[in-house]
């Protein structure tokens, strides 16, 4: 029986996490990484901001226009007498 040549494969070339090698201290890094996750945090939370001051305004517009279109409705409404709607006994 012959025996099959071993091939290397990338699989077997340690990375930087299994080789424990790093260009910075431990604690150096947590800090790191906390300052890192804070600043995303921080981008992503002026990102919602202005998102909601947007949804804001618009809402705003969009009341501004329905209040806007009732009162030209009432101001027809008083306008023309017969357009008022009476309340019928029973019927």
Do not use: F, W
Request: aromatic share 2%; proline share 3%.
């Amino acid at each position: 029986m012959t025996k099959i040549p071993y091939i290397r494969l990338l699989r077997d070339v340690k990375n930087v996490s299994q080789a424990r090698i790093y260009s910075i201290p431990k604690q150096q890094r947590s800090v790191h990484l906390d300052l890192h996750v804070l600043a995303q945090e921080k981008e992503r939370l002026k990102k919602e901001l202005s998102q909601l001051q947007m949804k804001s305004r618009l809402i705003k517009k969009r009341l501004a226009q329905s209040n806007k279109r009732m009162n030209e409705l009432k101001a027809i409404i008083r306008s023309h007498p017969r357009l008022n709607v009476t309340k019928r006994n029973g019927t």
